[in-house]
């Protein structure tokens, strides 16, 4: 059996949620040197669409962050990668990302970005869903909740697959076999 795909945050609203999302990014960060630091690989396509409406200078940098596998459950094990050679120090950082879930991959990779010693550290995600239990995460630029739902599209993926969807989808994985 296929996987079933229903619609959930259509490209029109993401992009006016990215929009708005920039244009916050631009005011509080006037005149501060400003390091976008992207989780690869799901932040990839938000990121690529929210820079280029952010007015004011920036750099970018990657990290990668991975708790999935290729199931839709969190593992709870966070694998981190790369960090250690990302230049942050005394810089205001904004890592950005596809989705929060249970919270344990940002609160990861947060703690990791500390201890490089950056003025500041901000979260910008796309997506926060709201899970029974999750630990509480400030996300301080957040384009949308969502119910606790599996979802795949722009930039987010189910076994590597759908990133490329330009809305995004709830999914229902098909039976194997
Ligand atoms: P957390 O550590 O449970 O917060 O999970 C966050 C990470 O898991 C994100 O960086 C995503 O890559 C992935 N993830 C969580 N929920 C979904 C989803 O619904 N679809 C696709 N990936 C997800
Ligand atoms: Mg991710």
């Known amino acids: 059996m296929s996987d079933t795909l229903r619609p959930l945050i259509s490209a029109r609203r993401i992009k006016k949620?990215?929009?708005?999302l920039a244009a916050q990014i631009s005011e509080d960060h006037r005149g501060a040197p400003l390091t976008l630091v992207i989780v690869l690989k799901g932040a990839t396509?938000?990121?690529a669409d929210l820079m280029r409406?952010?007015?004011?200078?920036?750099?970018?940098?990657?990290?990668r962050a991975s708790s999935y596998g290729n199931s839709a459950r969190s593992s709870g094990?966070?694998?981190?990668?790369?960090?250690?050679?990302?230049?942050?120090a005394g810089h205001h950082v904004i890592v950005v990302e596809d989705i929060v879930d249970t919270g344990l991959t940002i609160g990861a990779l947060a703690?990791?970005?500390?201890?490089?010693?950056?003025?500041s550290l901000d979260i910008c995600a796309l997506i926060h869903k709201h899970v029974a239990g999750a630990r509480?995460?400030?996300i301080r630029y957040?384009?949308?909740d969502i119910p606790d739902t599996f979802v795949v599209g722009y930039g987010m993926?189910?076994?590597?697959?759908?990133?490329?969807l330009p809305g995004v989808y709830r999914l229902r994985p098909g039976e194997a076999g």
Do not use: S
């Open 53 to 63: 409406q952010i007015a004011i200078p920036f750099v970018i940098d990657f990290v």
């Open 136 to 138: 509480p995460v400030d």
């Open 157 to 164: 993926d189910y076994a590597e697959r759908y990133r490329h």
């Open 111 to 119: 703690a990791a970005l500390h201890q490089l010693g950056p003025q």
């Open 17 to 20: 949620r990215v929009a708005e």
């Open 77 to 88: 094990a966070v694998v981190l990668g790369d960090e250690a050679r990302l230049d942050i």
């Open 45 to 47: 396509v938000f990121a």
């Open 142 to 144: 957040k384009g949308f």
